[in-house]
């Protein structure tokens, strides 16, 4: 009789568990039905939210104009680096400008290092449709000749100080040495005026770099240089200008209709986008003929047509287009298997591993003939050879008779070597950084020094895996105040803090264990595309670049999700805080999942503050469990619905006051956020 009963309780249990999952499933379709009632009028109120965004791109191009008229009004002599009659004439002046005097050299220097500047900041900042392919290829090739004379300049300051060594001889060895140096460029010159071999090491005492000379060049009538300068000229442009690349989609249909009627883009610049297929991705072609790595423009289908029929799918998104390096990876791999494989081990990776720290120019001299005094006459012998290299290793010379180069470099207090740095040369010839040659390297990491032998005389640079504070390990932004906040990447490594402010970043804090380093470069207000070339700069890089998700291992996401997710959560930043959540990895690549609070006043979050939310593009839900549940579930807040947008999610459990400073945000404000959030990327790489 007791298993006749277990039978029927089973039974009951059954038909209680179905009708509890019909009820549920009902319960559902009407959510599901409420919010498609909804939604087309949800939709319109986001997109007119959503202006926010066009409002900032037509501020940033009228700023960009005026910025332009500014400096042609100012008329302080220093040319309009994106004039090529204005940059050719500075250029050819300096070029015949005979004083060679090396401080003289690098004040002016410094003046050719804020144009090279100038026109990076515009091949990053500049959105594709506001410049042409002749100009972005101009632009390079004036950093590149800009490059070229200032290191031509070094050298004619360099044979200039070597021509009256015997000014700077050393009373202790009688030898040549040298130290001068600003923020931007180190020289450290020994020249071999005794030629003894037991001077044949030195070290230049003010910057700890110092070397250790084979027998041979003990003897010899030479000079050493090594140039540190504090900025890389040597690896490929591409390498400096590659931007958050962009990439056109199609948006959903609703938003597409409303666009129609409600955004004044003029037609002219749509006409000419169409009928320039191949503009380029901002940093496409070198102007030294290399392709760069970086060539998606024409990816659009990436993102398969969302809800799209027929004709719209011709009308592409006016709001915002969603960047390439937010596409589906899987059509990544396809562009880069055309790129020939690198086969050789010692070539470096540029994608893997970046220089840091700047560049050391380590080089052996032909000693010039130097001033006589007789009576009142100077006199020198002048050769019109320039900076002559003296060749090391010799022609002739036999393997075992050609002793290798010790080099010690002190490394740079304003940047951050996370790991012992690679040490690698430059090959001119193949124009990349290889390992090979460089011996016997030992890193002193209390002294912050790195030694190593090399059996000629090279460019060196120290490199550093790009992506070894990815992914990340939690992050958050919050509201500190009216068009102000604060986004925390808790990084590998660092937990980096960025304070934001109207149209501008500032750099508050880099900890490592707890303490405050790169002083240098925190405090100041600039822009997040500055912001991204100072920290990566200094070694901190928590900017995802085109191909990161090879080298990380990427937490995938469909672009959709995620973009709408920042550009949704940026419309919010004034009035709530986000956070990482643990489940947003466990939520599957159609959604994301984020802690969300309400946030109205400047301090820290409260834990039991924040809720959970999950959010795939287009469809929004608050979520029953909590940060520390036992398992991941898609189930709903008790009483709540689904809504086709974020903001509109928030809006149910918001106060009136938070929602007003929504629609009071400056636009400014709301577009930074927004590129600070797609260059970190921080719902993939957490």
Excluded at 107 to 124: A, R, Y
Aim: proline share 4%; with cysteine.
């Amino acid at each position: 009789q007791s298993s006749e009963e277990a039978r029927l309780q089973a039974q009951q249990e059954e038909a209680a568990r179905l009708e509890k999952e019909r009820i549920e499933q009902e319960q559902m379709e009407k959510l599901e039905a409420k919010d498609q009632e909804r939604r087309e009028s949800e939709l319109a109120e986001l997109h007119s939210l959503e202006q926010k965004f066009l409002a900032a791109q037509q501020w940033k191009t009228d700023y960009r104009a005026h910025a332009k008229w500014e400096h042609y009004l100012s008329c302080d002599g220093s040319p309009d680096p994106t004039v090529l009659q204005e940059i050719n004439t500075f250029m050819s002046l300096w070029r015949e400008d005979q004083n060679e005097d090396i401080q003289l050299v690098m004040e002016k220097g410094e003046q050719v290092l804020n144009l090279i500047q100038k026109l990076q900041f515009l091949l990053l900042d500049t959105p594709p449709n506001e410049i042409t392919e002749k100009e972005t290829v101009q632009y390079q090739e004036s950093i590149l000749e800009l490059q070229k004379l200032l290191h031509q300049k070094y050298n004619g300051a360099t044979e200039h100080m070597l021509k009256a060594a015997n000014t700077y001889e050393d009373s202790d060895t009688g030898n040549m040495q040298a130290v001068i140096k600003d923020k931007n460029v180190t020289f450290c010159i020994w020249a071999n005026l005794k030629k003894k071999v037991r001077f044949k090491n030195h070290m230049f005492c003010d910057t700890q770099h110092g070397f250790d000379l084979p027998k041979s060049l003990a003897v010899s009538s030479v000079a050493v240089r090594i140039l540190h300068t504090h900025y890389d000229h040597v690896s490929p442009l591409w390498l400096h200008c590659q931007s958050v690349p962009k990439l056109e989609v199609l948006d959903s249909k609703e938003l597409t209709q409303h666009s129609k009627g409600s955004v004044e883009e003029p037609e002219e610049e749509e006409k000419k986008a169409r009928e320039e297929p191949n503009m380029p991705a901002e940093e496409e072609t070198c102007s030294d003929g290399r392709k760069s790595a970086i060539s998606v423009k024409e990816n659009s289908n990436s993102i398969a047509d969302i809800n799209e029929t027929g004709e719209e799918t011709e009308k592409k998104s006016e709001i915002l287009d969603i960047p390439s390096q937010v596409q589906d990876p899987l059509t990544q791999e396809e562009t880069n298997e055309k790129e020939e494989a690198i086969n050789d081990e010692n070539i470096v990776d540029l994608q893997q591993f970046v220089p840091v720290g700047g560049v050391y120019h380590i080089n052996v001299l032909q000693l010039p003939p130097q001033v006589k005094q007789i009576k009142d006459w100077s006199m020198v012998e002048v050769l019109d050879v320039g900076l002559e290299a003296y060749p090391y290793p010799p022609e002739e010379a036999e393997d075992a008779t050609r002793p290798p180069v010790r080099i010690t470099l002190r490394l740079s207090d304003n940047v951050m070597y996370f790991e012992d740095p690679v040490i690698a040369r430059w090959d001119p010839a193949g124009q990349q950084w290889r390992t090979d040659g460089i011996s016997n390297i030992t890193y002193e990491t209390q002294e912050e020094s790195i030694t190593f032998e090399m059996g000629a005389f090279y460019t060196i640079a120290l490199l550093q895996d790009a992506h070894l504070n990815m992914p990340y390990q939690a992050w958050e932004l919050r509201p500190t105040g009216m068009d102000e906040a604060l986004l925390t990447v808790t990084a590998v490594f660092a937990t980096i803090q960025i304070q934001i402010k109207g149209n501008q970043c500032m750099l508050s804090s880099v900890a490592v264990e707890e303490k405050d380093v790169l002083s240098h470069i925190t405090g100041k207000w600039i822009s997040p595309v500055d912001l991204r070339a100072v920290l990566k700069k200094a070694g901190v890089n928590i900017f995802p670049g085109e191909y990161s998700h090879k080298y990380v291992s990427v937490n995938k996401k469909a672009p959709l999700a995620e973009v709408k997710a920042y550009q949704q959560m940026a419309l919010v930043a004034s009035a709530f805080a986000f956070a990482w959540s643990k489940w947003n990895l466990e939520a599957g690549q159609e959604q994301v999942v984020f802690k969300v609070s309400e946030h109205l006043k400047a301090d820290s979050v409260r834990g039991k503050d924040w809720s959970l939310y999950m959010f795939n593009g287009q469809k929004a839900q608050k979520l029953k469990i909590t940060e520390t549940s036992e398992a991941f579930s898609e189930e709903l807040e008790e009483g709540s619905e689904f809504h086709s947008t974020l903001y509109h999610m928030l809006k149910d459990f918001a106060s009136k006051e938070a929602i007003d400073k929504v629609e009071t945000a400056s636009f400014l404000f709301i577009d930074v956020v927004y590129q600070l959030l797609l260059a970190t990327r921080v719902l993939t790489y957490s």
